[in-house]
């Protein structure tokens, strides 16, 4: 079973950059999917990006972050980075990576899911 860790989260000001990275061990197939959930205190989980792991070329973003995140994978690290630009307090929240078979099920949040990283920023 495919097991992702997070890295990357931090404190950052308004305005900054942060790059998450999920590192995941584990046999992945072609029709694997890849996605980025975040959960603020006291608010539901929502989906932040995703990514297909076969070639990349499906990518999907929230609203909130479109133009600002960007999802990325190398397959030969076996590693999906968030690169998150213009960093807003409302962006402030715990950061989740979910591998899973296949987008739909991804989408919904059915996956492996790590640990998780905290993103922290002030304003």
């Known amino acids: 079973q495919v097991q992702p860790v997070e890295s990357g989260g931090g404190l950052a000001q308004a305005g900054d950059s942060l790059r998450l990275s999920c590192g995941f061990s584990?046999?992945?197939?072609?029709?694997?999917?890849v996605a980025w959930f975040r959960q603020a205190p006291g608010k539901d989980r929502q989906l932040v990006a995703l990514i297909g792991w076969s070639d990349g070329s499906t990518r999907d973003y929230a609203d909130s972050v479109k133009g600002r995140f960007t999802i990325s994978r190398d397959h030969a690290k076996n590693t999906v980075l968030l690169q998150m630009n213009s960093l807003k307090p409302e962006d402030t929240a715990v950061y989740y990576c979910?591998?899973?078979?296949?987008?739909?099920?991804?989408?919904?949040?059915?996956?492996?899911w790590g640990q998780g990283t905290q993103v922290i920023v002030s304003s």
């Open positions: 584990g046999r992945t197939f072609n029709q694997s999917a």
């Open positions: 979910v591998v899973g078979p296949s987008i739909a099920p991804v989408r919904a949040g059915f996956g492996s």
